[in-house]
């Protein structure tokens, strides 16, 4: 049991690092874009996709290799798939509306590259034998440890890595995309600007970014680190078994607005982050105990 769930456990790193620790803002607004600089920025996100799959070539050869192609050949296409409907979806309602389809495009893309991964696994690597000379590497770099233990240690980095990628990165894309981003009166934004990150979709007709002051853009970085320690500190206490001090924790970032709240729209937009937000700390947490038996 414990060999396969790290294996899969190592290609969901694979892909988590490629997707939200490797790709920058910069190269999402280029692939998100048009033209030859979009061609370029998911072709280059392909080769990065490839190459934290070149591990697995290394260690199960010609299966490794097919394991690599179905996750990194396609990975573009569904980007750029993802890409093409939110415009289309921008398109039909002039720019000026905002939905939470797009966060659910977010999660069919993620999940689409998820159902390559697994399929990889199944097909390819489920059952191929590791090359002799990698496992001749890796005993003598663990020489003298239990390899029980040695797996259960590989375990422990391979679930860390991922608890703290998808709580401090990829939950920092989702959420802002269910909030209604502000704008100024009379103007179109793109919703991924949303609590302090630019994630452009490129050029869309009739679309218009607001400026937006330094102080906003302080206050929404800030909202974003909050964020980000506030799912760290939900998912450390679930994996503690301390739940009773997640509600704590929402509190004291609860009065820290509590002015705010009268106002309904940031009491229905916070609602909505907070809630968000914690979902995800909690779902990955509990994923997270199942995995490691505790």
Partial sequence: MTEPLLLLGWLLVSHLTADFVLQTDASVADRNGSGSKARR?????????????????????????????????????????KTRLTEMWHAATDSTEWSPWVAGLFLIDQAVHLALVFGAWWVFLRDAALNPWFVDRVAQATAGIAPADVHRAALIVVVGWSLAVINGRAARFFVPLLLPPEAAPGTAVDPHAAAGYSLKLGPVSGRVEPDRPAAVETADNVGAVVGVLERLLVVILILGRAEIGIGLVVAAKTLARFKQLDERSFAEKYLVGTLASVTVAVASALAARVVLGS
């Fill in 41 to 81: 920025a998911l072709g280059l996100h392909a080769l990065i996709v490839a190459a934290c799959m070149a591990p697995f070539w290394l260690a199960f050869g010609t299966p490794g290799l097919l394991a690599l192609l179905v996750v990194a050949v396609p990975h573009p296409f569904v980007d750029a798939a």
